[in-house]
């Protein structure tokens, strides 16, 4: 079976405070960009194991620490699973903050599940997806959700944006999780992110913040230049997505939105 596995951006990202287990809570909202995706190729074959073929982007991680053969092992030690081969086709930038690895992860967790007939619930798959990582439980619902927690708590949320289009802006520059995180400065709001998203899009721009973007602007400039320049363009709303590099805009029109010279433009 084919599987595309898209990616998400964040719309505002608060670092509430550093937990007692050393990762932080958060409170962000994710929302899927359909437009841009890995695509996966799950099918059972006969043997034990798994084998793993990966084609377009490289990743930057052996084969054999993939996600994608993360989940298989989760589920094979929890259901039995055995012997599939899984080919990734990697398009979606990693490192870029766009959860392209998790979606990759979580839908071979998903593809497993419909393969081998487990019928497992939705929150059970949430569960298993968040023991592969932070943003991993968000595609199994891959619907706009307010997020807590690590990542993993979800609440529906509606959102003014369907139909808008947006650009995406990956500068050559990586930002790792780890320098994100170093350089935060975890904070509550006064008003809660949700608050604040159920403002007008026009009035995002000062409130809906990226509690990264001050000190990973201040060590890449490159990527605080893309973000000005989707301003300039003309979008109703721009920011980093995640830990970063890619930043995007939110336009009202696709003529807008083709003035930023990127391959990466959809529409919501």
């Not at 590099?245 to 919501?268: C, H, M, N, W």
């Amino acid at each position: 079976m084919k599987i595309k596995a898209n990616c998400k951006i964040n719309l505002g990202l608060d670092v509430l405070c550093r937990r007692a287990d050393g990762f932080h809570e958060l409170e962000t909202v994710m929302v899927p960009v359909k437009g841009l995706y890995d695509e996966l190729e799950v099918e059972r074959i006969m043997g034990t194991g798994a084998v793993f073929e990966n084609r377009g982007l490289a990743v930057d991680c052996p084969a054999e620490q993939n996600i994608c053969l993360k989940a298989f092992h989760l589920m094979r030690d929890r259901y039995g699973v055995d012997g599939v081969r899984i080919a990734l086709d990697k398009r979606v930038p990693f490192g870029a903050g766009l959860g392209g690895g998790s979606a990759d992860g979580t839908m071979t967790l998903l593809a497993l599940n419909e393969l081998f007939a487990l019928s497992l619930d939705e929150q059970t798959l949430i569960d298993l997806a968040a023991e592969l990582g932070s943003d991993t439980a968000f595609f199994v619902r891959n619907t706009p959700q307010l997020c807590t927690g690590r990542g993993e708590k979800m609440t529906p949320i509606e959102l003014p944006i369907e139909g808008l289009w947006i650009a995406l802006i990956k500068p050559d520059e990586g930002v790792s999780t780890r320098e994100a995180y170093a350089g935060v400065k975890p904070a509550v709001p006064a008003v809660s992110l949700r608050e604040r998203l159920a403002q007008p899009i026009t009035a995002w721009q000062g409130s809906v913040k990226n509690d990264f973007e001050p000190h990973i602007f201040a060590a890449h400039p490159a990527i605080a230049t893309a973000k000005e320049q989707l301003l300039a363009a003309g979008a109703c709303y721009a920011s980093m997505s995640g830990s970063g590099s890619t930043v995007f805009g939110l336009f009202d029109s696709e003529e807008k939105a083709r003035k930023i010279d990127t391959p990466f433009i959809y529409q919501l």
